[in-house]
């Protein structure tokens, strides 16, 4: 493979680092503001299989946040966006695009021990809850991004436990969920600490896997995906040290 491209990441995580990434395989669920900006870092740095799940299409309501929208992409399939900007970027990218909402039969079936690392970038309840216990029983490393709307502080964007996770709606009603499955610990979140604007919040009509939404800003769900990607990358890359003992 021409790596070329890649020389300033060698630069930084040297030939080793590298291999780690190549060999890699991520999943990415949920390629909304969040998901696509974390598909975009996680192929920037190198990583060499990625399996991205969506089965949204590009609305003009999309714009102000999320990757794959622009007014030239409205009505596509956001997987579909994605599959061609990140091959565009690594032509040799081993890209598994599955363009279906998870049910709990089909998180089950697609998280398997053969990811390396699961990043959950789902924004509504039941499916996020699926892809947590699928990664969570079948002890696949997983990093879960909480609530980026009514917040506009990157600076309180924290990685943490969910079970130490505050002042997010979203991972209050995780947590709880999670507590009923005798879960308590052992999930890494992406989470702000920002108290969020109630009057940004709208209730939504004829949605049965989303009853709500906050308002949101062009960076703040990018700075999730950012979190994210660094949080599995970097998991992958320390791993490897501590096994060569470095």
Known sequence: M????????ELLIKQQGITTLQNAHILIAGLGGVGSYAAEFVTRAGVGALTIVDADTVSLSNINRQLPALHSTIGQAKTEVMRARLLDINPELKLTVIHEFLTPE????????????????IDSITPKLNLILAAKRKHVKLVSCMGAGGATDVSQIKVTDLMKTYNCPLAKFIRKRLKNERIHSGIKAVFSSEIVSKDSMQRTEGLDYKKSFYGTISFMPAAFGLYAAATAVNYLLAKQQNKEGL
């Open 2 to 9: 021409n790596n070329h491209w890649l020389e300033r990441t």
């Open 106 to 121: 089909r998180a089950w079936e697609i998280v398997t021990p053969d990811f390396d690392y699961v990043i959950d970038c």
